[in-house]
T-cell receptor, first 112, second 120 residues
Framework: SQKIEQNSEALNIQEGKTATLTCNYTNYSPAYLQWYRQDPGRGPVFLLLIRENEKEKRKERLKVTFDTTLKQSLFHITASQPADSATYLCALGGNYGQNFVFGPGTRLSVLP | GAGVSQSPSNKVTEKGKDVELRCDPISGHTALYWYRQSLGQGLEFLIYFQGNSAPDKSGLPSDRFSAERTGGSVSTLTIQRTQQEDSAVYLC??????????????????FGEGSWLTVV
């Protein structure tokens, strides 16, 4: 069955450092992968999408890589700030008609 | 509307009662999703509507759960004879049509703020 894992349930880093979150998947061939941010008590908010034929995507301090051979995506936040503290979810999308499948999320805490 | 709208935002109900949760997707979005998220847990897929196609109900946990989407827009998720384990936040999301060629929005799905259900 399809399975998505995110590197850890929680990750603590110091302000200013680069946070790296991992999303691994099995038994799935996604056409694209997305990363979402979720704050407590709120719905997830879209951050970045990367397609299967793209290796890397950047948006401001965010960078996403997608390795379909390793079946892995890395999500980086450079120059992290306490305001980046949230839960980050990866989601896989496939062919037309398939559902989005979400990972369990990683709770990131950026310490001042 | 500007975003996905869900109602009620909070609902406390007694065990055994039926509840209805409503979702107004973003105008023009043909795909609509329902997810459930228990406290501190990930998103659990429930059901997916795409245009006029038959919905994908593979995530519904039991026959007490049902959903409909009228006129290709508003959706209602109904939970009959609620149980305490149904307590969770129910999230609705919508997007443009998804396919390998991509969509105008890159297949991004937009979530509502959720309906928090507590069964006592």
């Amino acid at each position: 069955s399809q399975k998505i894992e995110q590197n850890s349930e929680a990750l603590n880093i110091q302000e200013g450092k680069t946070a790296t979150l991992t999303c691994n998947y099995t038994n799935y061939s996604p056409a694209y992968l997305q990363w979402y941010r979720q704050d407590p008590g709120r719905g997830p908010v879209f951050l970045l999408l990367i397609r299967e034929n793209e290796k890397e995507k950047r948006k401001e301090r965010l960078k996403v890589t997608f390795d379909t051979t390793l079946k892995q995506s890395l999500f980086h936040i450079t120059a992290s700030q306490p305001a980046d503290s949230a839960t980050y979810l990866c989601a896989l999308g496939g062919n037309y008609g398939q559902n989005f499948v979400f990972g369990p999320g990683t709770r990131l805490s950026v310490l001042p | 509307g500007a975003g996905v709208s869900q109602s009620p935002s909070n609902k406390v109900t007694e065990k055994g009662k039926d509840v209805e949760l409503r979702c107004d997707p973003i105008s023009g979005h043909t795909a609509l999703y329902w997810y459930r998220q228990s406290l501190g847990q990930g998103l659990e897929f429930l059901i997916y509507f795409q245009g006029n196609s038959a919905p994908d109900k593979s995530g519904l946990p039991s026959d007490r759960f049902s959903a409909e989407r009228t006129g290709g827009s508003v959706s209602t998720l109904t939970i009959q004879r609620t149980q305490q384990e149904d307590s969770a936040v129910y999230l609705c999301a919508s997007s443009f049509s998804r396919d390998r060629r991509g969509s105008r929005s890159g297949n991004t799905i937009y979530f509502g703020e959720g309906s928090w259900l507590t069964v006592v």
